[in-house]
């Protein structure tokens, strides 16, 4: 893995979001990344210009991300400027349809490109990032591990 490694941090209340970034981590090690996978309680902002790649995940609170994990995008001001060209990515679980899955993604989107990460986007299903009605099931972990493996074959190509 010629220490190419990929952080991603997830807050999850439920299960639903870890399940997923779960899923998430071995589609980054099936791309040949190693995948480091944090619970945002037990993330540092400070960490992050060790990787190659930041992947967040959060459940969706009022189309928006949690606040712990906003939290952490906060703290991260202090590496501005520090971070870029690095992978980005994100995902989300939501209560249901139109729940405002899709805008908890951009909003971490929003930051990591602020920050100057690449991002990628898919022309197949989940354009922004994978997202998750309610607890995932087979085809939204699917969707987990190849966005994990496209961001981990992404930080290949940039780093190598």
Same mark, same amino acid.
């Given at each position: 893995?010629?220490?190419?490694?990929? %952080?991603?941090?997830?807050? #999850?209340?439920?299960?639903?979001? $870890?399940?997923? /970034?779960?899923?998430? /981590? #071995?589609?980054?090690?099936?791309?040949?990344? $190693? /995948?480091?996978?944090?619970?945002?309680?037990?993330?540092?902002?400070? $960490? +992050?210009?060790?990787?190659?790649? !930041?992947? *967040?995940?959060?459940?969706?609170?009022?189309? %928006?991300? =949690?606040?712990?994990?906003?939290?952490? +995008?906060?703290?991260?001001?202090?590496?501005?400027?520090? %971070?870029?060209?690095?992978?980005?990515?994100?995902?989300? #679980? /939501?209560?249901?349809?139109? =729940?405002?899955?899709?805008?908890? +993604? +951009?909003? *971490? !989107?929003?930051? !990591?490109?602020?920050?100057?990460?690449?991002?990628?986007?898919?022309?197949?299903?989940?354009?922004?990032?994978?997202? #998750?009605?309610?607890?995932?099931? $087979?085809?939204?972990?699917?969707?987990?591990?190849?966005?994990?493996?496209? !961001?981990?074959? *992404?930080?290949?190509? *940039?780093? =190598?």
């Amino acid at each position: 893995m010629s220490g190419m490694k990929m %952080l991603i941090v997830y807050d #999850s209340r439920t299960g639903n979001t $870890e399940k997923m /970034a779960q899923a998430v /981590a #071995s589609g980054v090690k099936a791309a040949g990344v $190693e /995948a480091v996978l944090k619970k945002v309680d037990d993330a540092s902002v400070d $960490e +992050i210009p060790q990787y190659k790649g !930041l992947i *967040l995940g959060s459940p969706v609170y009022y189309g %928006l991300p =949690t606040a712990k994990i906003k939290e952490f +995008i906060d703290a991260s001001v202090k590496h501005h400027g520090k %971070l870029d060209g690095m992978v980005g990515g994100a995902f989300a #679980s /939501a209560g249901g349809t139109h =729940t405002g899955a899709e805008t908890t +993604i +951009i909003s *971490l !989107l929003e930051a !990591l490109m602020i920050h100057g990460m690449v991002v990628q986007g898919t022309s197949g299903t989940n354009h922004y990032g994978a997202a #998750s009605v309610g607890a995932p099931d $087979e085809k939204s972990l699917e969707v987990c591990h190849k966005m994990g493996e496209r !961001l981990g074959k *992404l930080v290949k190509r *940039l780093h =190598t």
